[in-house]
C-alpha cells in the first residue's frame, strides 16, 4: 500500500508534473500561414537635426577679444625656441594644454593673465615618481617667471583662475623655452 514518501505517491507526482507541462506547452503553439520569418519594418532614414548651439554673446566676444589682445601685448611676440605655450579662457575649470615628449632639462616659464585678479600656471610630469610638479601664482596684468627641470617625457599645463570673482572674459597665457 502507498503512503506519502512511497512509490505510489511519487510516480502520481510525476504524472501531474507531466500533465502540467504538456498543458502550458500545449497553450504556446500557435500557427504560422508566411513561408519565411517575419520581417521589421525598414528602419526610418531621416534623422532629426541637432539642437541649435546657443549663439555667443557678441559683447562677450569683444571682451574677451580685447583681453586676448592686451594679454599678447603683455607677453611679448611668441619665442623663436618655444618649447610649450599657449593661452586661452579661464572660465569653467581654465586653459590645459600638453606635450608628450619633452626633452630633459631647465626651462624658462614666462606666464601672464587678464580679465581677473590672479591665476596660478600649473607644470606638471605626473608620470615620475612623486611627480615633478611647480606652480607659478600670477597677478595679472604683470608677468609672471619661474625656472622648471623637467625629466624626458610628457608634460602638463594648466592655467587656472584662483579668485572666485566673476571671469567669463578672463584668459591667460604662457611661453616655455629652453633656460640659457
Not at 500561414?33 to 559683447?59: L, V
Not at 625656441?81 to 581654465?94: C, E, F, N, P, Y
Amino acid at each position: 500500500m502507498g503512503f506519502l514518501g512511497g512509490k505510489r505517491a511519487g510516480g502520481m507526482a510525476l504524472v501531474l508534473v507531466l500533465a502540467g507541462s504538456a498543458g502550458v506547452l500545449s497553450a504556446c503553439a500557435y500557427t504560422d500561414d508566411e513561408a519565411g520569418p517575419a520581417t521589421a519594418p525598414p528602419a526610418s532614414t531621416s534623422r532629426t537635426s541637432p539642437p541649435r548651439q546657443p549663439t555667443a554673446d557678441p559683447a562677450l566676444a569683444r571682451e574677451q577679444a580685447s583681453n586676448q589682445t592686451q594679454l599678447n601685448r603683455i607677453l611679448g611676440p611668441r619665442p623663436s625656441d618655444l618649447v610649450l605655450g599657449g593661452s586661452g579662457g579661464l572660465s569653467g575649470d581654465g586653459h590645459r594644454t600638453s606635450l608628450s615628449g619633452l626633452p630633459k632639462g631647465s626651462y624658462m616659464v614666462t606666464s601672464s593673465c587678464v580679465g581677473v585678479t590672479e591665476a596660478s600656471l600649473l607644470i606638471a610630469q605626473p608620470d615620475r615618481r612623486g611627480g615633478t610638479n611647480y606652480e607659478l601664482a600670477l597677478k595679472c596684468g604683470r608677468t609672471g617667471g619661474m625656472i622648471v627641470n623637467l625629466e624626458t617625457g610628457p608634460v602638463f599645463a594648466h592655467l587656472v583662475p584662483t579668485t572666485t570673482e566673476e571671469r567669463r572674459a578672463a584668459v591667460a597665457g604662457f611661453w616655455m623655452v629652453p633656460a640659457s
